[in-house]
């Protein structure tokens, strides 16, 4: 049973930056394609980057390219984002989650087998 934890997150004024992590472990191995997807207060959860098992395949959300970075080290096990030039609009939690299926894109939430507790990111203006 894979569990992922989540770290990171927080408040930060609009322009600024945070780093949110999601470490992997109870697994064998963690060759599996991973994301990253928030829910802000009264919206459904929306796809917001993915990367495959062997970091050479991600995507990002139109909303946030040139601006968020997905990354994983070596080991596969641990997932980061990189947000910088936080919006208000990008306050939301964030969540993150692995796929043990073959995935053509990134972005469908159903794909996914387990998932992060989730983090609150704030940004005021």
């Known amino acids: 049973q894979v569990h992922l934890a989540q770290s990171g997150g927080g408040s930060v004024q609009a322009g600024g930056s945070l780093r949110l992590a999601c470490a992997a472990s109870?697994?064998?191995?963690?060759?599996?394609?991973m994301g990253w997807f928030r829910q802000a207060p009264g919206k459904e959860r929306e796809f917001v980057s993915g990367?495959?098992?062997?970091?050479?395949?991600?995507d990002y959300a139109d909303s946030v390219k040139g601006r968020f970075s997905i990354s994983r080290t070596g080991e596969r096990n641990t997932m980061y984002l990189q947000m910088n030039n936080l919006k208000p609009e990008d306050t939301a939690i964030y969540y993150c989650?692995?796929?043990?299926?073959?995935?053509?894109?990134?972005?469908?939430?159903?794909?996914?087998?387990?998932w992060g507790q989730g983090t609150q990111v704030t940004v005021s203006s």
């Open positions: 989650a692995l796929s043990t299926y073959f995935m053509a894109t990134f972005d469908n939430p159903r794909r996914y087998d387990y």
């Open positions: 109870g697994g064998t191995n963690y060759d599996y394609d």
């Open positions: 990367i495959s098992w062997d970091g050479r395949r991600t």
